[in-house]
């Protein structure tokens, strides 16, 4: 028998909420443990009341009982806390902040104001129905999150990393560029089926952080590079994180589009990454042997398998859910036609492990978030608010896209991905869309800036992480990694673009062949000239003609290729007087 959605989640999130004092206790104290005990138990003993009394709660929806109202505040005390201790406290407070406004928001002003509600009607919403705590962002956590975790940690566990960086290093030759590039493709191919950011930088890291140094980057530049290319990660198909899955909840789309729209911006991507390194490398020398391409794809082939199947089951059209289940299979055959196959009982526990403390503050943010989706549901102020930011902005959808721009940036100071996209989704994408840019384009333009907002102090995890691997400062970590992928914040304002959504692979292929070509053209231009062999034309005919580029329309293409075409003859022109 299938359990309902309700349960699912609801005992999804007590067994996360019930390990989370374990690896986030509070203290030492004979008084902490025991705080950390009820916290444990608690969560435990609602979703039990929510399994025995599931059918007669249903029905009570809109007149619960006291015991559900106790329930519900107990459980929405518990997610705050889980969220502050796993996330920090800027979420937490934000889920308090959306409670109290549905509660008191009365005696705000128009247009933020609407006409109140009690704590019965707040608590009733939030717990017993599908459209606050465990709504949408939960069910992304309990269903695919969880699997894609699994998935992430068996192909970690069977020596992956160690593999795909070994590929990258024999694609990108040897010497200090060798191990940039390196670096940044290993990211890349450990990144799709990762679907973390900081999974990918630190697993990386162990193995990576040596050579970047040794290459002579500095620590904070080598953990800048490590943590931006583990960012990218979250672009990167086919998993893509939990925020990917919310996305293809919330725009009703197959996981399979949201797959494809993210193709170009991925590569466009880990390209400004590459460009990056080609511009500041220097010296190529470093004593370092790359290995030989063929020996390392004899050695490690199987890892690929599992990769294959995700994408064919995509392709195919089965569901996330069939196509992660297929690749934990094959990565468990994987680890047993490799060496150290008497490991693998124990490697696979390992991953359980693994998994399962990556998923508690998955678990958490989207349980936090979904408190927030239910108070702007509740009150209406989701749907003022895209009338809110169009209005700023003029109407223009260049307005509305530097606005979304700014309040993405905000968030991601304080949040992490999964939270920044849910509550920019109901808020920031309908002011998009309502300005005129496509479902897609709108979407995609807010999860690219909420995955950016991961090299954004101060809750860059994954530069913290990789920051604590190499010894360097956390704040020189971070602001590397910002300058790192810094030109990846000017390509999402293309997606919103009249011709935008050929970068997207939405329309005629030749159309997006071209949009991707000249957008890349345009980011060389911007990060390494010297690549398109136009590093003498002066800096601002380069950067007009680049963003003209970057800007998917074919007269703004045109423009931008005449620009460079005249920048670069004058240079001609003016070496041949020299």
Same mark, same amino acid.
């Given at each position: ?46 979703? @039990?009341?929510? %399994? ?19 329930? @519900? ?7 705050? =806390?889980?969220?502050?201790?796993? %996330? ?26 609407? /006409? ?10 939030? !717990? ?52 940039? /590039?390196? #670096? ?60 990917? !899955? ?64 995700? !994408? ?29 196959? =008497? ?90 869309? =309502? ?30 992480? #990789? ?40 329309? $005629? ?23 398109? /062999? ?6 601002? #005919? ?10 998917? %329309? $074919? ?21 041949? /007087?020299?």
């Amino acid at each position: 028998m299938l359990w309902p959605s309700h349960l699912v989640r609801a005992w999804h999130l007590a067994l996360a909420l019930a390990l989370v004092p374990a690896l986030y206790p509070l203290g030492e104290s004979r008084g902490a443990r025991a705080l950390d005990v009820a916290a444990a138990l608690l969560p435990l003993l609602v979703a @039990a009341w929510i %399994t025995f009394d599931f059918e007669a709660l249903v029905y009570r929806a809109t007149r619960p009982a006291a015991l559900d109202l106790w329930a @519900a505040a107990v459980l929405i005390l518990l997610v705050l =806390e889980a969220a502050r201790r796993t %996330t920090g406290l800027a979420l937490p407070v934000l889920g308090l902040g959306a409670l109290l406004y549905a509660v008191f928001g009365a005696a705000l002003p128009a247009p933020f104001g609407h /006409r109140g509600y009690s704590w019965e009607r707040v608590l009733a919403f939030q !717990f017993l129905g599908l459209e606050g705590l465990f709504g949408a962002p939960l069910a992304v956590s309990s269903t695919f999150v969880a699997l894609f975790a699994l998935y992430g940690a068996v192909l970690d566990r069977t020596g992956a990393g160690r593999f795909f960086l070994d590929v990258a290093r024999a694609a990108a030759g040897a010497g200090r560029r060798g191990a940039g /590039r390196a #670096v940044t493709l290993a990211s890349f191919l450990l990144g799709g089926p990762s679907g973390s950011g900081v999974a990918t930088a630190v697993t990386l890291g162990s193995v990576a952080g040596p050579l970047l140094l040794r290459a002579g980057y500095s620590p904070a530049s080598a953990g800048g590079l490590l943590a931006a290319g583990g960012v990218g990660a979250v672009l990167s198909p086919p998993v893509m994180g939990a925020a990917a !899955f919310l996305m293809a909840e919330l725009t009703g789309a197959a996981y399979a589009d949201v797959v494809r729209w993210a193709i170009v911006p991925c590569a466009l991507y880990y390209l400004g990454l590459l460009l990056r390194v080609e511009a500041q490398a220097g010296d190529d020398a470093d004593g370092e042997t790359a290995p030989q391409l063929v020996s390392t794809l004899r050695a490690g082939w199987p890892h690929l398998g599992s990769l294959v199947a995700l !994408f064919a089951a995509l392709l195919l059209g089965y569901s996330p859910t069939l196509a992660a289940i297929a690749g934990i299979a094959l990565a468990l055959v994987t680890g047993l036609l490799l060496p150290a196959a =008497e490991r693998q009982p124990r490697e696979l526990v390992a991953a359980v492990e693994d998994a399962g403390e990556s998923l508690l503050p998955v678990a958490a943010a989207c349980a936090t978030a979904g408190l927030l989706v239910g108070a702007l549901n509740l009150t209406g102020l989701g749907l003022k608010l895209s009338g809110i930011v169009v209005q700023a902005a003029g109407g223009s959808l260049a307005g509305v896209a530097v606005l979304s721009a700014l309040v993405l940036v905000v968030l991601g100071l304080a949040l992490p991905i999964t939270a920044s996209y849910a509550i920019a989704a109901v808020t920031v994408a309908p002011a998009l869309v =309502e300005a005129g840019a496509s479902l897609p384009a709108a979407h995609l333009f807010v999860f690219t800036y909420a995955v950016l907002s991961e090299v954004s102090p101060p809750t860059a995890l994954s530069c913290h992480a #990789v920051a604590a691997q190499l010894g360097a400062a956390p704040g020189e970590t971070m602001r590397s990694a910002l300058l790192w992928a810094l030109p990846a914040f000017l390509v999402p304002f293309a997606f919103l673009a009249p011709g935008g959504e050929a970068l997207l692979l939405e329309g $005629p292929a030749s159309a997006s062949a071209l949009a991707t070509l000249t957008a890349a053209a345009g980011l060389a231009l911007l990060v390494a000239p010297r690549v398109l /062999r136009a590093a003498a034309v002066p800096l601002p #005919v380069r950067v007009v003609a680049a963003l003209a580029l970057l800007w998917p %329309t $074919p007269v703004a293409d045109g423009v931008g290729l005449l620009v460079l075409g005249l920048g670069l003859a004058v240079v001609h022109l003016r070496a041949g /007087r020299v």
